[in-house]
């Protein structure tokens, strides 16, 4: 028996699957498409690899959009409990995607006791470090290690993402090496998301979620900027999807309980 979480990021689907344990038994990300039915059901038939599965939970941006689920929950939610599955003991999570920056302070269980969020300017998430690579033309999966290797990482001051990549475009002409723009984009994001954390009261370990999370540059820049414990799981990016499946399998054990009395 299989349970699926389906995360339909703006960038990235993502789907994990896992079973009456709830032990990861599969997992598939694809670029997200106009087509978020057809995305979610790519994602997963690759996860499953024609294994049948009892009950699908979606969510992120797309959750609405898939006819086959069986339950939608708030990638909010979802990201909470992923984040709480794979470290039981962290009560912070930063979840930095594609579009913004959460911070938010769990309750016991994993579940959502405070959030504070950036959605209003780019400049706090990944769609900004994606655009900043494009210019830089570097790959973005390139980003944080050449992140690592700066010498003298720039300051990125401005709060506004137009403003940013202004910066970002003089510290070019001036002939500054890209790592050291690169760093300081990190650096950037890394601002933004302690003042988010502050928000909900940080004052312990904290568990960073969401794909930015893949770029080790950002993961320094962070644990540097907190002076604290970051937990960042083997797949970061894979974390709401994982919460998805395990909140999944909790509503189905009670349904079939229920069905069973």
Known sequence: MLIAGIDIGSGTTKCVLVDEHGTVQGRAAVKTKANFEKVAR????????????AYTATT????YAVSFRDIQITDLTCGAR????????TKYVLDIGAQCSRAIKLRDGGKVKEFHMNEKCAAGSGGFLERAAKYLEVSVADVGAMSLDATQPQTISSVCAVLAETEIINHVSEGVAVENILRGIHNSLADRALLLLKRVGL???VTL???VALQQGMVVALREKLGLTVHVPAEPHLTAALGAAVLGLQRYRKL??????
């Open 60 to 63: 992120g941006l797309g959750r």
């Open 203 to 205: 004052d312990d370990e």
């Open 209 to 211: 979620i969401g794909g």
């Open 42 to 53: 790519e994602v997963l038939d690759e996860a499953s690899s024609g294994r049948e599965v």
């Open 82 to 89: 992923g984040a709480a599955t794979l470290f039981p003991s």
């Open 256 to 261: 079939t309980t229920a069905a069973a009395a």
